[in-house]
Nanobody, 122 residues
Framework: VQLVESGGGLVQPGGSLRLSCAASGFTFMYNWMHWARQAPGKGLEWVASIYTGDGTTNSADSVKGRFTISRDNTKSMLYLQMNSLKSEDTALYYC????????????????WGQGTQVTVSS
C-alpha cells in the first residue's frame, strides 16, 4: 500500500486549497478512505471519510460546510477540497486507508501517507 499526498502549501485566511492523494498497491474501490490532520503540538484529528464504493461521506464538525472529500475511482485518487480556510486549519494533512467508517487515530492503525503541510497565515 502506498499513499502519496500533494497539494499543500501556504494560503491566506479565507483562501482555498485542494489536497490530492495518489493510492496504489490495493484495490481502491470498496474501501473506506480518510483524511486526518495534526496541528503543531497537538494530537491527531479526524477530518473526513469516504466510502469509495458508493461515495458515502462524513466530516468533522470543525470542517463541515468548508471541506469536501471526494474520490476518483478510475484514477485511484482521493481529494480534499478546502475552502474558507482558517488559521486553525494549519496542520500536516494525512491520507489514510483504514477499513472502517470510523478512523482509529493512530499511525499504527491502517496505512498512512507521509502527509502534506497546510499553513494558513497572512
Amino acid at each position: 500500500v502506498q499513499l502519496v499526498e500533494s497539494g499543500g502549501g501556504l494560503v491566506q485566511p479565507g483562501g482555498s486549497l485542494r489536497l490530492s492523494c495518489a493510492a496504489s498497491g490495493f484495490t481502491f474501490m470498496y474501501n473506506w478512505m480518510h483524511w486526518a490532520r495534526q496541528a503543531p503540538g497537538k494530537g491527531l484529528e479526524w477530518v473526513a471519510s469516504i466510502y469509495t464504493g458508493d461515495g458515502t461521506t462524513n466530516s468533522a464538525d470543525s470542517v463541515k460546510g468548508r471541506f469536501t472529500i471526494s474520490r476518483d475511482n478510475t484514477k485511484s485518487m482521493l481529494y480534499l477540497q478546502m475552502n474558507s480556510l482558517k488559521s486553525e486549519d494549519t496542520a500536516l494533512y494525512y491520507c489514510v486507508k483504514f477499513s472502517a467508517p470510523k478512523l482509529l487515530l493512530s499511525r499504527h492503525a491502517g496505512y498512512w501517507g507521509q502527509g502534506t503541510q497546510v499553513t494558513v497565515s497572512s
